[in-house]
């Protein structure tokens, strides 16, 4: 069975689970504690060089890393990729995207207010030059997405595609980078959408581990 490197707060974790969830497709799920160095061993590096979840084990042992190559492999002949040439470099289009202009923004929003552990304050109490910077730069992103959704139920062609899912995730926790939905109603409209989805699953909705490292 494929094994998934998961930690269960990270968004790119959040994207594959999503995926999984949305083919139904069973799997192993190795949980990780984000709060050691473990990423960092020797033993995680021999999974991913990187250092980095997610990453997927397949049957045959070779090893996937990074959330938008693991959703288009585990898509490919179902409804979630598209099957011709322009529909999947559209996909390879909003999954840079999303990588470049959403997470690197708005989900570096929420590291820094969550992860970093000062509500996105400096020592002196003021707003960070980084978190402001970040989300300035998160609203760009957003409103790229708002454009495409202004006229269109999903980013791709009439259905949704793992440019949905992946895009999904970090928008859906803006709140948590201390960035406000309010001006994107069609984001918004676009995040119920996703969610009333049977395959939909909150992020801590996950399956029990087989494995707990380290
Ligand atoms: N581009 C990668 C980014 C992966 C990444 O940054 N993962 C973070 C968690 S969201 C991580 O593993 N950080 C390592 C650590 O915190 O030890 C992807 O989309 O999967």
Known sequence: MIRLYDFITSGNCWKVRLVLSHLGRPYERVEIDRFTSYTRSAEYRAINPLGLVPALRLEDGRILHDSAAIAFYLTEDTSLLPADAPGRAEVIQWLIYEQRYICETVGMARYIVT????GGLDEAGAQSETLAEVQ?????GLAGLETRLAKRDFLIGA????????NYVYVAMADQGNMDLAPYPAI????????ALPGHRAMGDV????LRRP
């Open 115 to 118: 992860t970093l552990g000062k």
């Open 136 to 140: 300035r730069l998160g609203h760009e």
């Open 159 to 166: 259905g949704c595609t793992i440019a949905d899912l992946c």
């Open 188 to 195: 918004r409209r676009w995040l119920a959408r996703l969610e």
């Open 207 to 210: 399956p029990a581990p087989v």
